[in-house]
């Protein structure tokens, strides 16, 4: 099977049928049609084995987790996916992978109205590039900036779930609790992008973004964006029972402080504001947890039960250590 095969038969048509790509798959770029009155929104990740997920991990759900990440990145803009593009680095054309993979990446597409339009693919270490491309009403789209002091810090779901998924995957936690370990697995191998909620938080969120990098690495960035402080009670975190029963609670609040593989949403809302967020996130079957605010200043604080709170875990930064721990 050469290179044009390997498209034709497992990419060409992969994903949703859109009747705003003119030309998809197979030519030297797509031509897309943008709706007209709205921005086009534009992310790209690139993931690598031993580094965004562990060597031999299942290929349905490398396909998943490869589109999954950037579409976070668009609900975290309150924007609609609508394009993507791939480009597959391949140490060589397994068929039974190839299957999988697209099986993953395809099924998520086709569920959120992605149409693959166009990549490439190589010879070389396992490494998947997605490039994503959707729109929001012109002007509309969330940001990391525009919330004000006093606003409210809030998140979607729960934290840390993924991260005992990921020790779970490679080995460094057991779990008696059968049920439990099978939920927390698989929300690292197939997380849920927040796309309806980030389109329903627009025009009342001030300010948001995905946390992929844990809390204690991502809060700063949207705090310095905004140009201010940030605090946090730290007992707020909204924590599952399936963490409660992989760790002791110092083990799962680090979890949940250090770990972004759950790929939830951070947010900054008006306080007046968040009763009508909450209730567009329970109409999804959605939870959001207040868990701090912002306030003057320009640094990060944290508590728990009202003592000052020192994090135990950092946010993940590729430079500064090697880890499997997908920071995207």
């Known amino acids: 099977m050469d290179e044009f095969e390997l498209i034709r038969r497992y990419f060409a048509h992969l994903g949703a049928t859109r009747a705003d790509v003119k030309l998809g798959v197979g030519d030297d770029a797509a031509l897309l049609r943008v709706p007209e009155g709205t921005d086009l929104v534009a992310a790209v990740d690139t993931l690598v084995e031993g580094r965004h997920f562990p060597a031999g991990a299942d290929a349905r759900s490398v396909g998943h987790r490869a589109l999954a990440v950037n579409l976070s990145d668009l609900a975290a803009m ?24 697209a099986r993953g990446f ?6 959120h109205g992605v149409a693959l339009v166009g990549g490439d693919t190589t010879a070389g270490p396992l490494t998947i590039s997605v490039q994503i491309l959707g729109h929001a009403p012109r002007g509309s789209a969330l940001t990391r900036a525009g919330a004000k002091a006093g ?32 939920e ?81 949403l951070l947010v900054a809302v008006p306080p007046e504001k968040f009763g009508t967020l909450a209730a567009r996130a329970m109409q999804l079957n959605l939870t959001l947890t207040p868990i701090g605010a912002l306030r003057p200043g320009n640094t990060v604080t944290w ?15 590729h430079f500064r250590r090697a880890s499997t721990q997908i920071t995207v």
Request: aromatic share 6%; proline share 5%; charged share 20%.
């Open 106 to 111: 395809g099924e998520l597409a086709s569920a």
């Open 78 to 101: 309150g924007a609609e996916p609508a394009w993507a593009t791939l480009a597959l680095t391949l140490p060589s054309a397994d068929i039974a992978w190839l299957e999988g993979f």
């Open 303 to 317: 508590t728990l039960h009202g003592a000052e709170f020192t994090p135990p875990v950092q946010g993940f930064d």
């Open 184 to 264: 927390l697995l698989l929300r690292f191998e197939y997380p849920t992008p927040r796309l309806e909620f980030g389109i329903a938080a627009r025009g009342t969120a001030s300010a948001a973004m995905d946390i992929s990098d844990g809390l204690v690495g991502d809060l700063p960035k949207l705090a310095a964006a905004c140009g201010l402080a940030a605090h946090v009670d730290v007992e707020r975190l909204p924590m599952s029972r399936a963490l409660h029963a992989a760790a002791d609670v110092d083990q799962a609040r680090a979890w949940a402080l250090g770990g972004g593989d759950d790929y939830e």
């Open 151 to 182: 606003d409210l810090l809030a998140v979607t779901g729960t934290l840390g779930d993924a991260g005992a998924g990921l020790a779970l995957a490679t080995g460094a936690l057991e779990m008696h609790d059968f049920a439990s370990a099978r």
